[in-house]
């Protein structure tokens, strides 16, 4: 399968020119890196978990951990940050 036949049926959101992949990548990174590594690590568990197999089981755990991280410091900076329309400062707890 090609890149567009991946764009094409919804495997990948978006096929960039070799030349400018380097680039979107660093900015997504970038981006990332922006975010509450609590969170970050929470959608990579979540993720891996997905890739079992079981999306039923799969989707559980994902609201589990989406609970879970409302009890943390950073899901309350985000929250506090968006209210004062600022850039939060994450601190992974």
């Known amino acids: 399968m090609d890149a567009a036949e991946a764009l094409r049926i919804g495997l990948v ?22 975010k509450s590594p609590v969170a970050l690590s929470a959608a990579k568990d979540a993720t891996n978990r997905a890739l079992q197999g079981d999306l039923g089981a799969a989707l559980s755990y994902e609201a589990i951990l989406f609970a879970a991280l409302f009890a943390t410091e950073d899901q309350k900076e985000g929250m506090r940050a968006f209210a004062e329309k600022r850039e939060p400062i994450f601190k992974g707890r």
């Open 13 to 34: 959101s978006v096929v960039y020119p070799d030349g400018e992949l380097l680039d979107r990548v660093l900015e997504m990174g970038a981006s990332l890196a922006k």
